[in-house]
């Protein structure tokens, strides 16, 4: 489902080049569970993103949901994610005039699930993850929690093979994360789907069947200290 060789993001800031991400190599399995660990800084956020097709790293090999992404344009690598990828973004990325159940709705426009029945399965997800009630309020009417299980029921709209989190329920009290992480998880191996988690939960770590430290799979340049920042000659 998922093999990198290679890759590696860079940012420029003025004279400074900020090494954002390197993997060596990482493959993740068709049905596969896996938590994504590593400090802050370390590049996880940027590896999900290249996995969506999102960002494309300066170099490497990039196979994901059966596309060669690091071989496709822009346009091409948006279709395939609203084709096959649901997302869950760090920073949520709902659009704040719309309601709970538009924005859930507007994965569906954006992917494959738009057919007749969107509007039902939109309200079912919703209600699956405890929102029955708020499905009519904006995102700046409902807590940081909720909009964040607003932004997982967007991801599973289009019934996605493969789904990458970001961190999806660090503002989630214990009680609520765990429920909806088991929804999610149970959605997932009753439909054989690939689920990707960044975590810095050790209990929500453990309930995938895998975790990878994204600092071992940098090679030569593994620090443990967050990304490197190198200067370089002017
Ligand atoms: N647009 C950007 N410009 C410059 N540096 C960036 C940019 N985005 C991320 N970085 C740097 O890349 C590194 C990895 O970022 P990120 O993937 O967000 O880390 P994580 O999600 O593991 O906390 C960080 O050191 C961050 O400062
Ligand atoms: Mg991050």
Redesign the pocket.
């Known amino acids: 489902m998922i093999h990198l060789r290679d890759v590696q993001k860079s940012?420029?800031?003025g004279d400074q080049t900020?090494?954002?991400?390197a993997v060596d190599r990482l493959d993740i399995e068709s049905g596969e569970q896996v938590a994504l660990i590593?400090?802050?800084?370390?590049?996880?956020?940027?590896?999900?993103?290249i996995l969506a097709g999102i960002l494309r790293p300066d170099r490497g090999e990039i196979d994901v949901a059966g596309a060669r992404l690091d071989k496709l344009g822009e346009a091409a690598r948006d279709n395939h994610r609203g084709r096959n990828i649901g997302m869950v973004y760090?920073t949520f990325n709902l659009l704040q005039p719309f309601t709970a159940l538009e924005n859930v709705l507007m994965g569906a426009l954006f992917g494959r699930g738009a057919g007749g029945d969107a509007k039902e399965r939109a309200a079912a997800l919703l209600e699956k993850v405890g929102l029955g009630d708020r499905m009519h309020h904006r995102p700046g009417e409902l807590s940081v929690g909720q909009v964040q299980r607003v932004a997982i029921c967007r991801a599973l709209i289009n019934d996605p093979q493969l789904i990458l989190m970001?961190e999806p329920l660090g503002n989630q009290d214990k009680a609520t994360g765990g429920q909806v992480l088991d929804m999610m998880l149970q959605i997932a191996s009753d439909n054989d789907k690939t689920v990707v988690m960044?975590t810095h939960d050790p209990g929500s770590a453990e309930r995938m069947q895998r975790t990878v430290d994204?600092a071992t799979l940098r090679g030569d340049t593994a620090t443990s200290s967050?990304?490197t920042?190198v200067e370089t000659s002017r």
Request: charged share 15%; net charge positive; glycine share 16%.
């Open positions: 940012y420029s800031r900020v090494l954002a991400c590593g400090r802050s800084g370390t590049g996880k956020t940027t590896v999900l993103h760090q970001d960044v994204l967050g990304a920042s």
